[in-house]
Structures are given as C-alpha cells and as structure tokens.
C-alpha cells in the first residue's frame, strides 16, 4: 500500500512538474517579441524609377535587392495622386473619398490642414500595441502643435519637416525635432552646408539603435526625389554628363520667397535626378544594413513604396527617365501613372524571396494589414482590406469589390478600378454628366483605347460606384 502510495505521489509530481515546464513554454511562446515595422515611403518616385520595375538609364541595386530578398507588387496603388491626401489615406485605413484629408491645403503659419484628434491613426494602433514609433522625413498633415502634430498622432519621435511645402527645398534653414525647432545655421544665407536628406537619415539611423531590444514601427515619408533637384556634389559627379542633352531650370534662387517653397535653379536636372535617387537608394541600403548589423533582420518586416507618380515640376523630366514605365499619366493624374507605385516588402524566413503577387492593393489596406500582423482590432470604418496572406503566400487573400480616387484640383477627378475595368472621369466640377472613360487594364495597361461607347452598361455602374463611394465634406468639398 506504501509502495503504491509513494508510486502515485511521484507520477503525480512529474506530471506537475511537466505540465509547469509547458506552461513556462507557452508564457514564453506568448510573449514572443513582436516584429519591427519598417514603412519606406519614397516622395514622386515614378512606376518605372527603380530598375527592378523596368528602369534603364540608372539602377537601384539596394531596393532592387529588397525586390530580390522579397515580394514585388505589381498592382499597388497609392491612396491618391499628391501628397498629403495620399498619406492621408495611409494612416486613415481609407479611401480618398472618406479619408478625412483631400488635398494639399495650406494653413498659416505653415503646415497643411490638420487630421483631427478623433483620427485613430495607424501609429497609434501600433503605439498602444507596445511599438516604439518614429517618423523621419516629410509629415504635411497638420502643423507642430495642431491636432495633426505627429506627436499628437501616434509618433513618439518625429524628425524632419512639418510642412510640405518646405519640404521642397532641400538646404532649409530649420528641421523639427519634436516640437522643437532646430535652425539648421550651416545653411543660413545662401549657404549649403547641411543637406537635409542627409541629416534625416542620421536621426533614422539612430531610432533603430535606440529601440533594438523593444519592437518598434519605423516611419520613413522621405522628401526624395521630389523637386526641387539638388545632390551634394559627391553624387552629382557621379552622373554628371552621362544624360545628354541635360535639361536646364532657372527657379528662385535669392528674395522673399528663397527656400520657402519655390525650387532652386537647376542647370542639370538629368544628374541631379539620377543622383537623388541614388541617395535614396543607398539610404534604403542603409537602413537595411543597420538592421541587419543589430541583429534584427529575421523578425523586421521592410516596405517601401511611393506615394503617388512621378511629377514634372523643378526642372524634372520623367519622359526622358520613362518615369512611369508602361503607364500613362504624372503626378495629379488619375490615370496609372498617377496612382500606380512600386511596392516591395521583404521578411527573411517569412515572405518568400524572389517572388511577385498581381494582387490589387492601395495604401489604405496597409492599416489592416499591420493590424492583422501584430493582433490589433480594426475599426469598422476602414475601407482596406488585410494582404498579409498575400505577404506571407498563404490561403485566403480576400479581394477588394473596387478601389476608389478623387482628386480635389483641376476641376476634380474621379477613378474607379473594379477587377481588370478601370474608369476615370475628369472635369467633374465644369458638369454633372462629365463623361467617363473606360479601360481594359488586362489588355492595355497604357488606358489608350476608351471602351466607354462599347460598355454603356458598365459606365453607368462606374458611375454609381463614384456617387457611392464619396462621401461629403464640409473641410474638402468635392464641387
């Protein structure tokens, strides 16, 4: 009886004592870090700017080798065709025609129109997740001390310009830090002692050593290669004389208005475009670099993307670079070349290396997505849709009904893409019954031949979808 008792007790202490191991396991299983977040957002960078989409005259061996390591979308699309509604879109979760931000408007003394406090932007998801979150670069969605502030918005760390007509010139005479404003006194006058880009990537550089042993959401609106077109000389010597005839920019280069919005002349756009983008590379290159020297390479998901075409202004010449590639439209254009951008996202041991998706996918489903990823709730107003399968090569990828744009200037436009059909109407503000044109997207990616007059029936339910999808605005009336 002894013997049995004994017997039973030491059956029942090992079982305790392997059900507590499992249950450390499981904590330990539980609590498994989660993994960082590297969001890269590239200023007008075209379709066809990257050698990995197609480009010629120059090449992208760092985010070419991201293409590589990773997955390349080849049907993504920013949330508009400018700046601040596009980004809008991103930290929104929606569409341009529920995003609360529409168009670029200023506001005094400078800054863009603020996103509201009740906004639950995508960096507070993930800042009341536990993420460290920082943003470096170009803000332009509300001024230091607004509502929009990005401190009021999620970000813990924010370095860069607030506003993005500042964001224009690349020798400014202050960047913030915070809420504070430092005076950049190497560039006081006419003097060009601090490149901005250059000072941006330092403080970048920085979070990610800061926060190694936290998991941390890194935000990176940079300003290139948005015009004005200027490199430190280093870079221009690279590409000097190899894209001939080089074009030539006279713009504001002293008075009133000197390094407060209008671009700098430019006598060599042609190198100083290829140079900014090779900034922008190495910059990619490094930043991955700094990740992969930590450590911290295997449980870092890296994005980068742009946040609307390539435009044409500061002496900038995207038919000469074949910006857009295939596509047809610029910069506030709501045509492809408008819309659709380079997206590439990598994740070693995740995301399968070397691999492409044409799965259909804009700027508001990134919120869903890094939702899903780190087990955040979503709110029911967004309008995105999670490709987190799509980026993990998994079952399930839920497809969107259709995308919607509008864009506020040039008397408003409007598209729509449902499956391979997309429709865009312009001139919506001169007339109710602005006709729609209609493209097959699956046989002409350049939308050259209208299909309007064959498909009535399917321009009428575009239509309807443009009606729906808009939805009014007191801040951004769409008339």
């Known amino acids: 009886m002894r013997q049995i008792f004994w017997s039973t007790l030491l059956l029942s202490l090992l079982f305790s004592a392997c059900q507590s191991a499992s249950s450390e396991n499981e904590t330990v299983e539980s609590e498994e870090r989660l ?25 992208t061996p760092n985010i070419d080798q991201l293409a590589a390591d990773g997955l390349k979308f080849i049907q993504h699309y920013a949330g ?50 536990g993420y460290a979150t920082g943003a470096f670069g170009k803000w332009g969605l509300g001024p230091v001390g607004s509502t929009g502030d990005p401190n009021q918005q999620g970000f813990d760390t924010f370095y860069g310009y607030n506003s993005q007509t500042l964001a224009h010139n690349y ?30 990537q330092e403080a970048t550089l920085e979070f990610i050593e800061t926060h190694r042993d936290e998991p941390f959401f890194l935000y990176v609106p940079s300003v290139i290669p948005h015009a004005e077109l200027v490199a430190p000389e280093e870079y221009m010597a690279e590409f000097r004389g190899k894209f ?107 995301i399968a290396a070397g691999s492409e998706t044409d799965h259909i996918s804009a700027f508001w489903d990134v919120w869903p997505t890094l939702a899903e990823l780190t087990g955040s709730p979503t709110p029911d107003d967004l309008d995105g849709i999670s490709f987190l399968p799509t980026l993990l090569g998994q079952e399930g990828q839920q497809e969107h ?60 339910s575009m239509k309807a979808i443009m009606e729906a999808a808009h939805r009014p605005s007191e801040v951004f009336p769409f008339e």
């Not at 080089?246 to 407060?260: A, H, L, P, Q, S």
């Not at 506020?408 to 109407?425: N, P, S, T, Y």
């Open 244 to 350: 001939l005839p080089e074009k030539n920019y006279e713009g504001t280069d002293d008075g009133d208005r000197y390094r407060k919005g209008p671009y700098g002349s430019q006598a060599e756009s042609h190198a100083a475009f290829a140079a900014m983008v090779k900034i922008l590379d190495d910059q990619v290159g490094e930043i991955r670099k700094k990740i992969q020297d930590l450590g911290l390479a295997e449980n870092t998901l890296i994005i980068f993307t742009s946040d609307n075409g390539p435009h044409l202004e500061g002496g900038a010449d995207p038919d000469f670079f074949d910006s857009n590639g295939p596509l047809q439209g610029y910069k506030r254009d709501l045509y492809e070349g408008g819309i659709r951008v380079p997206m590439i996202a990598t994740w070693p041991g995740r």
């Open 35 to 59: 993994p960082n977040i590297v969001y890269i957002l590239a200023d007008d960078l075209g379709y066809g700017d990257l050698s990995t989409y197609g480009q010629k005259r120059f090449s």
């Open 171 to 200: 020798y400014p005479y202050f960047l913030w830090d915070n809420e504070e404003k430092v005076m950049l006194e190497a560039n006081e006058g006419t003097n060009t002692g601090a490149y901005a880009p250059a000072l941006i």
């Open 80 to 129: 508009t065709t400018v700046c601040a509604p596009s980004r809008s879109a991103l930290m929104s979760g929606q569409h341009t025609g529920h995003t609360f931000i529409r168009g670029n408007r200023r506001v005094e003394p400078e800054g863009q129109y603020p996103i509201p406090d009740s906004l639950y932007t995508l960096a507070e998801m993930l800042k009341q997740k």
């Open 401 to 460: 009904e259709y995308l919607y744009w509008e864009f506020h200037e040039r008397k408003g436009r409007q598209a729509v893409r449902q499956g391979d059909w997309k429709a865009v109407r312009y001139n919506v503000f001169a007339s109710e019954d602005a006709p729609i044109e209609l493209y097959n997207l699956k046989e002409d990616i350049g939308e050259t031949n209208n299909l309007a007059d064959e498909h009535p029936e399917l321009v009428a």
